[in-house]
T-cell receptor, first 114, second 115 residues
Framework: GAVVSQHPSRVICKSGTSVKIECRSLDFQATTMFWYRQFPKKSLMLMATSNEGSKATYEQGVEKDKFLINHASLTLSTLTVTSAHPEDSSFYIC??????????FGPGTRLTVT | AQSVAQPEDQVNVAEGNPLTVKCTYSVSGNPYLFWYVQYPNRGLQFLLKYITGDNLVKGSYGFEAEFNKSQTSFHLKKPSALVSDSALYFCAVRDMEGSWGKLQFGAGTQVVVTP
């Protein structure tokens, strides 16, 4: 149980385009999901907390207009990187919080902006 | 505010030898501590957690961690390391002051197990 998926696992996009990443909790409902960004061999940086049915809460320094988060259902949150630039290239990881307040992590999405 | 520190960027150990990955914490109140492992280009896998109870916590893949309140440490250990244990290890503490149970991660420790 407690499986979280992400789609796509890898994406390459051109500079200036937008890309959407999906995070799904497959066998449980998650009112809260988290989005992280990770640089090579570095720790996870929390970008935002996503709550079903309400606006996401962004961490300091994260541009909410650039990283759009939508948590439309109890099993799906999406992160859209708008007008992507090469510096947005990174590994993006989501997690979903279960009823026991445990976080279950997705496998990550590798974004490359050319 | 809660925080964890992992003082070692990398730990090298020969296969079959004991493995220790260090973590110290700073919290106000009772700590909720976690260890995760990450393989290349993968998400995080949960290893173990300490909430309350026995100071020695046993987790997945033969790992264990000892909670030491006086030293504010939560070191991860494995008696006999395997080459397949080579990965990036993260210590984390749950932020109980804020809402939604956010996790604060350490910087990570790369474990390299040589045959």
């Amino acid at each position: 149980g407690a499986v979280v998926s992400q789609h796509p696992s890898r994406v390459i996009c051109k500079s200036g385009t937008s890309v959407k990443i999906e995070c799904r909790s497959l066998d449980f409902q998650a009112t809260t999901m988290f989005w992280y960004r990770q640089f090579p061999k570095k720790s996870l940086m929390l970008m935002a907390t996503s709550n079903e049915g309400s606006k996401a809460t962004y961490e300091q320094g994260v541009e909410k207009d650039k990283f759009l988060i939508n948590h439309a259902s109890l099993t799906l949150s999406t992160l859209t990187v708008t007008s992507a630039h090469p510096e947005d290239s990174s590994f993006y990881i989501c997690s979903a919080m279960g009823n026991n307040y445990e976080q279950y992590f997705g496998p990550g999405t590798r974004l490359t902006v050319t | 505010a809660q925080s964890v520190a992992q003082p070692e960027d990398q730990v090298n150990v020969a296969e079959g030898n004991p493995l220790t990955v260090k973590c110290t914490y700073s919290v106000s109140g009772n700590p909720y501590l976690f260890w995760y492992v990450q393989y290349p280009n993968r998400g995080l896998q949960f290893l173990l957690k300490y909430i309350t109870g026995d100071n020695l916590v046993k987790g997945s893949y033969g790992f264990e961690a000892e909670f030491n309140k006086s030293q504010t440490s939560f070191h991860l250990k494995k008696p006999s390391a395997l080459v397949s244990d080579s990965a990036l290890y993260f210590c984390a503490v749950r932020d109980m002051e804020g809402s939604w149970g956010k996790l604060q991660f350490g910087a990570g420790t790369q474990v390299v197990v040589t045959p």
